[in-house]
């Protein structure tokens, strides 16, 4: 069974920095292509940044040179480091399995999310 364990969210001033982590387990993360998805109240869920199973990683524009995704394979845990945060990247961060193919199109299990929060 897989299971997706986001943790590192809170609250934090506008320019502020958060680091979430994405524990995995029940897949074979090394060959997994991941990503982070967000959202907000009253909006859809939306990808953030993506990251292959060999490393390429894929941003959304919003978040392009403010946000860096890695993964480190031998924890099976996924990363989002998160700079310079403005209010709107208030919401709650999920990480899933991904398909770099389908337009990052996220697939399988959702974990409970971690809530970010920037004030401004």
């Known amino acids: 069974q897989v299971q997706l364990v986001e943790s590192g969210g809170g609250l934090v001033q506008a320019g502020g920095s958060l680091r979430l982590s994405c524990a995995a387990r029940?897949?074979?993360?090394?060959?997994?292509?991941m990503g982070w998805y967000r959202q907000a109240p009253g909006k859809q869920r939306e990808l953030v940044a993506g990251?292959?199973?060999?490393?390429?990683?894929n941003y959304a524009d919003s978040v392009k040179g403010r946000f860096t995704i890695s993964r480190d394979n031998t924890k099976n845990t996924l990363y989002l480091q998160m700079n310079s945060l403005k209010p709107e990247d208030t919401a709650v961060y999920y990480c899933?399995?991904?398909?770099?193919?389908?337009?990052?199109?996220?697939?399988?299990?959702w974990g409970q999310g971690t809530q970010v929060t920037v004030s401004s």
């Open positions: 029940g897949i074979f993360f090394a060959i997994a292509n």
């Open positions: 990251i292959t199973n060999g490393g390429t990683t």
């Open positions: 899933a399995a991904t398909n770099p193919n389908r337009g990052w199109t996220a697939f399988g299990s």
